[in-house]
T-cell receptor, first 113, second 113 residues
């Protein structure tokens, strides 16, 4: 089954403790991206990747890092999480981005205390 | 900078009522337009998209949307809603050649049986 898999589904952490949220897709998509969803703000893109070793900033990249060492994986890294990064995070992929529909993961609810 | 405005933040309807959700965008160029739906506890799924051609596009589950270029609008419609349409709906815009979509704040739709 074609899907985007995110882990973990829920994560509670403390300020400053590095964390990684994993994202994997099995559709051989070239384009992958991360979003955060906050009440009243909709989804905002954090980072995207057009292919292996090709990443670029979205609208809200501060405080986040990503890597794309393999085509299927696109982890989101928070080196030093802060409470304002408490949010619902979604990973998404598409064949080439831009003109293609996005396939979303199930989301990761992150709470930073 | 591109922006998306969804005018209705909360909509409550009874089954069989007609639905229209507004979406206006601001962008200085050609755009691709999307409507995504997020059912309770689930990830976002594509309802429909417009890239070019017939401005009236039909999507899944009886939804349709009309692109009116002169009004920078892409309103979502459904003639008769069902209880199962209860969800959050997001309008999204992506400029041609861009890889960063802009989402609206979302509209929460509740359909009473």
């Amino acid at each position: 089954e074609a899907q985007v898999t995110q882990n973990p589904r829920y994560l509670i952490t403390v300020t400053g403790k590095k964390l990684t949220v994993t994202c994997s897709q099995n559709m051989n998509h070239e384009y992958m991206s991360w979003y955060r969803q906050d009440p009243g703000l909709g989804l905002r893109q954090i980072y995207y990747s057009m292919n292996v070793e090709v990443t670029d900033k979205g609208d809200v990249p501060e405080g986040y890092k990503v890597s794309r060492k393999e085509k299927r994986n696109f982890p989101l890294i928070l080196e030093s999480p802060s409470p304002n990064q408490t949010s619902l995070y979604f990973c998404a992929s598409s064949q080439q981005g831009g003109d293609e529909k996005l396939f979303f993961g199930s989301g990761t609810q992150l709470s930073v205390l | 900078a591109q922006s998306v405005s969804q005018h209705n933040h909360h909509v409550i309807l009874s089954e069989a009522a007609s639905l229209e959700l507004g979406c206006n965008y601001s962008y200085g160029g050609t755009v691709n337009l999307f409507w995504y739906v997020q059912y309770p506890g689930q990830h976002l799924q594509l309802l429909l998209k417009y890239f070019s051609g017939d401005p009236l596009v039909k999507g899944i589950k009886g939804f349709e949307a009309e692109f009116i270029k002169s009004k920078f609008s892409f309103n979502l419609r459904k003639p008769s809603v069902q209880w199962s349409d209860t969800a959050e709906y997001f309008c999204a815009v992506m400029g041609r050649g861009s890889y960063i979509p802009t989402f609206g704040r979302g509209t929460s739709l509740i359909v009473h049986p």
